[in-house]
């Protein structure tokens, strides 16, 4: 099958315009004679020249431009190579690099220098290639962090943390989950993050409870419970438990499915988050869970709070346990944190205080 090189503009009502680099060397610039003609004074005549090396890879080499041609806002000194989900830049005019199978301007001619300072445009995602290499498993890792019992301190359970370590991208899975949101790819990385350390977690505590994250925008997606039960056909002896994020809390009907779903691949599942926004009362009465994580904010710093707030959290503790469901506080940093959860009735803890995020190889 032939495999055609593109280049992804937006044109000014913002759709997404693919322009095939259909032979090399592909010229783009002002001039009619080019391969890609781009009519805007930020490009120089003749720009820059995509060719190919000995080996077949595409490269790219800026003509002598006046305005400059970047690749992942870099500007090219030299000819460089290329790699699909690349960002370039000539001039100010943004393009990404793809691939898929099978008029002169008015005024003198001459290029107008864009002015110093002005940012490059921002149509598409810097790093997206490096990206999408993580969600294809590179640089993909994971930590877990310990739950234990709050009285006797024995390990329970172990929540699965995505993690990543890719030379170029963030090791953070905040900042990651940032980038995933400016590329729509929040549910994939979520996935990725699930399957890679379900997987590498199986390997060290065969048959231990495992607390897995999902993200909102995957949690009532039939796609998300049949990677589950593909998790189960490929042999991930776990004993999961699904935390389920308090936005979707609220859709009744839809988690009193998902509950009943998880029930029948023999998972269970925890309402994570709770008390962050609403206490979500309602809803955590109409489909309990086995387990309610109390969100950091109403743990961090109890044993030092109003007398006030202790009595709401011990109220919310016993409403847990009416419910038939185990209550777990996160964020317990202190020795002073934990008693005051084991005064109130907390089942589990889980914290600095008992133990950081570890990477999986450690375990």
């Known amino acids: 099958m032939t495999v055609v090189w593109t280049l992804e503009g937006v044109a000014a009502d913002g759709s997404h315009v693919l322009h095939d680099v259909v032979a090399l060397p592909f010229t783009i610039g002002r001039d009619a004679g080019n391969h890609l003609v781009v009519p805007a004074l930020g490009l120089s005549r003749r720009h820059a020249e995509l060719t190919a090396d000995a080996g077949g890879a595409l490269v790219i080499a800026d003509l002598g431009s006046t305005n400059g041609t970047f690749v992942n806002r870099e500007r090219l000194t030299a000819p460089r190579r290329l790699a699909e989900h690349d960002v370039i830049h ?45 969600l294809a498993g590179q640089g993909l890792t994971g930590a877990l962090q310990r739950i234990v019992d709050a009285r006797s301190g024995v390990p329970f359970a172990y929540e699965l943390l995505g993690r990543a370590a890719h030379p170029v991208l963030p090791a953070s899975p905040v900042h990651l989950f940032h980038l995933a949101e400016r590329l729509g790819l929040e549910v994939e990385l979520s996935c990725a993050f699930r399957d890679h350390g379900l997987k590498a977690a199986a390997e060290r505590l065969a048959g231990k409870t495992v607390f897995v994250n999902t993200h909102p925008k995957e949690t009532f997606e039939p796609a998300f419970l049949a990677g589950l039960e593909r998790l189960r056909h490929e042999g991930v002896d776990l004993q999961l438990v699904v935390e389920v994020h308090e936005s979707a809390v609220m859709e009744v009907a839809r988690m009193r499915e998902l509950a009943a779903r998880l029930a029948a691949l023999g998972m269970r599942f925890a ?20 387990f309610v994580k109390f969100d950091m904010g109403l743990v961090r710093g109890i044993d030092e709070a109003p007398a006030t707030k202790v009595k709401v959290v011990g109220d919310l503790v016993r409403l847990v346990h009416e419910l038939g469901a185990v209550a777990l506080a996160e964020g317990v940093e202190t020795e002073g944190e934990a008693r005051v959860c084991r005064e109130l009735g ?4 889980q914290g600095y205080l008992t133990g950081r995020p570890l990477p999986i190889a450690q375990f």
């Open 90 to 134: 000539f001039g100010n005019a943004e393009f990404r690099l793809g691939r898929r199978a099978g008029a002169e301007l008015p005024g003198d001619g001459r290029t107008q220098l864009v002015p110093p300072g002005t940012a490059l445009a921002s149509h598409f995602v810097p790093h997206e290639r490096e990206f999408m290499e993580l």
């Open 271 to 290: 309402y994570d988050d709770f008390g962050a926004g609403q206490a979500r009362l309602n809803e955590l009465g109409e489909v309990p869970a086995h």
């Open 346 to 349: 907390f089942d589990l803890i």
